[in-house]
């Protein structure tokens, strides 16, 4: 979204304010014998920035004619790249908004859209950086050869000490600054962009189907399954445990029957079971056996079944 909506702009911001600047310096030259005097020469500059090319007159002091001066350097190769850069990242721009709003799903098939928008947000990243770099230090010396004082000393009236020299008017840098800090703003922008063409790819697709864990979610994984094996054989060991026996199932009941000075004692029959689905439990109990005197007669092993 940032790509949409921002880089058309800044792209435009600055190569339109490199493209378009114009300088002026205006110098007045004074002669010490007051035959020529307030003399003006003005001095004019701009893009491309072929400062060896432009060239103005200069009167001379002890003679009735001029001399013809040119100023140094050639700064048209980083200008034009600077400038070229901004006009091409202003088109793809463009046409990447088009794309990303009225063709997203074609955009979108077969990862061929967002693998392109990938290579090009990169070289654009770089191109951006190489001709941001080259326009700041071309921008620095273009001041250094247009510096008034640098000026003055090309002119031969002037390095005679008893003519008067003096700058009227300076150049103003403020559009080709503002150009430079929009260079460095458009280097931001596409590198940020970087990271957000990239999770359109399949490359960052193919990576997320086998995320690896971090050694906190393996913490909170094994912890997990550490709690549920003890829930697990927490509810087997209640499962396989022994039932009490039910009172109820084996009601034994005795009857006494008063009679002759004897006491009997009878079991009464086995309860009805109860309809359960589950398995009945068996344990080993220990067997009593009483004679008619209520007196233990033997002991042995006996089987309960308790049905669920």
């Not at 703003?185 to 864990?213: A, D, H, M, S």
Request: with cysteine.
């Amino acid at each position: 979204m940032c790509m949409v909506i921002f880089a058309p702009i800044f792209a435009i911001c600055a190569f339109a304010t490199c493209g378009g600047y114009y300088g002026h310096l205006q110098v007045k030259v004074d002669c010490a014998d007051r035959r020529q005097g307030n003399l003006s020469i003005n001095i004019d500059f701009g893009y491309p920035f072929r400062l060896k090319e432009v060239h103005f007159k200069a009167p001379l002091c002890d003679a009735k004619r001029d001399e013809i001066l040119f100023l140094d350097g050639d700064f048209s190769s980083p200008a034009q790249f600077f400038l070229i850069v901004g006009v091409f990242a202003f088109l793809y721009s463009l046409l990447a908004t088009i794309v990303y709003v009225f063709y997203q799903n074609k955009y979108l098939k077969h990862n061929r859209g967002p693998l392109v928008d990938f290579l090009v947000t990169l070289t654009f990243s770089f191109m951006w950086l190489v001709s941001s770099c080259c326009w700041a230090k071309a921008l620095s010396d273009i001041k250094t050869a247009t510096n008034p004082t640098q000026v003055l000393l090309l002119f031969s009236a002037c390095r005679a000490q008893e003519n008067k020299c003096t700058v009227t008017q300076e150049p103003r840098w403020s559009r080709l600054n503002t150009s430079v800090v929009f260079g460095f703003v458009n280097i931001v922008l596409w590198v940020g962009n970087i990271w957000f063409v990239f999770k359109e790819t399949g490359w960052y697709k193919t990576g997320q189907r086998y995320p690896t864990r971090s050694a906190s979610g393996k913490r909170a994984s094994e912890m997990r399954q550490r709690l549920y094996s003890e829930s697990s054989f927490e509810q087997s060991e209640e499962s396989f445990a022994p039932q009490p026996s039910r009172q109820d199932s084996f009601n034994q009941s005795k009857v006494e029957l008063k009679g002759g000075g004897q006491h009997v004692h009878r079991q009464s029959s086995f309860s009805q079971p109860q309809v359960s689905l589950s398995l009945p439990h068996a344990y080993l109990g220990k067997q009593v056996v009483y004679d008619r005197e209520n007196k233990e007669v033997s002991k042995g092993p006996r089987i309960f079944v308790n049905q669920m």
